[in-house]
Every structure is written in structure tokens, then in C-alpha cells.
């Protein structure tokens, strides 16, 4: 299994690596046949691995931080979490760049997170974004 994981995550896209994996001998099924969600959400799922939680430490951090771990639903988010291992998707991450965009007076866009989806790389973007509207870099 760890050998498709490394397999997968050098042939996609970060933000294309699922966050979750299982392996099953088959599918579990409704008794009409059709694959059963439920069954499947009740399954205990491995998670990705992911890299040991660091703290943030500016201001932009612990702000992203805090937005993560609320749209999430995360107890602890460090600035090297992956927005998408922690279970985000397409809406979230909508929500998230309207909020970003809010209360950091920025202008990013969805496809911004999909390129710096950890706090650390979505840090350095909001804050080299501010910069340049404040000396008016267009």
C-alpha cells in the first residue's frame, strides 16, 4: 500500500493525491447492489501521512489557523497541514478564499489554494499580496 501511496503522489498533482485510502477486498453494497455510502463513511480509514504539526507563528498563521480549524471542523491546525488531507474540498475551499479575501483585504483566487494548500504556503501568499497593494503593484 505504501508503495501505490508513493506511486500516486508522484504521478498527481498535490492537490490531487487523495487524502484517504482503504483497502477492501470489495465494496460494500445495499441490498439493491449499489455501493453503500454509509458503510463506506463507517469504515475506519487510514490517513494520509502528513508531515509532524509546527505551530504558527505570525500573525497571517495563527489567523489561517483558526480559519482552517473552523471550516474543518480540526481541533489543532499547524502551518504545514494540508488543506485537502484535512478533508477539504472545491466548497470549502471557496468559503475559505471569500473569507481570505475578507479579512485580509486581498484578491486570491480558488486556484491560489490548490497551488499553496498548507497555512505556511497560503501565509506567504496573502502576505506578499498585501505588500504589493500597499505600495500599489498591479
Known amino acids: 500500500v505504501a508503495d501505490i501511496w508513493q506511486g500516486v503522489k508522484t504521478m498527481l ?8 485510502y482503504a483497502v477492501l477486498n ?3 453494497l445495499t441490498a439493491n447492489g449499489k455501493r453503500d455510502h454509509k458503510a463506506l463513511a463507517e469504515l475506519g480509514l487510514d490517513a494520509a501521512p502528513s508531515d509532524a504539526y509546527k505551530a504558527p507563528e505570525t500573525e497571517t498563521e495563527i489567523k489561517l489557523c483558526e480559519l482552517w480549524q473552523s471550516l474543518l471542523q480540526q481541533e489543532r491546525v499547524g502551518i504545514n497541514s494540508n488543506f485537502f488531507e484535512l ?3 472545491s466548497l470549502l475551499a471557496m468559503q475559505l478564499i471569500t473569507t481570505v479575501n475578507e479579512q485580509f483585504s486581498v484578491e486570491l483566487q480558488v486556484v491560489d489554494l490548490f497551488e499553496n494548500n498548507t497555512v505556511e504556503l497560503l501565509s506567504s501568499l496573502v502576505e506578499s499580496e498585501s505588500v504589493e497593494e500597499e505600495i500599489g503593484w498591479f
Open 13 to 20: 498533482p498535490r492537490y490531487m493525491v487523495p487524502s484517504q
Open 26 to 28: 470489495a465494496l460494500p
Open 87 to 89: 478533508g477539504g474540498h
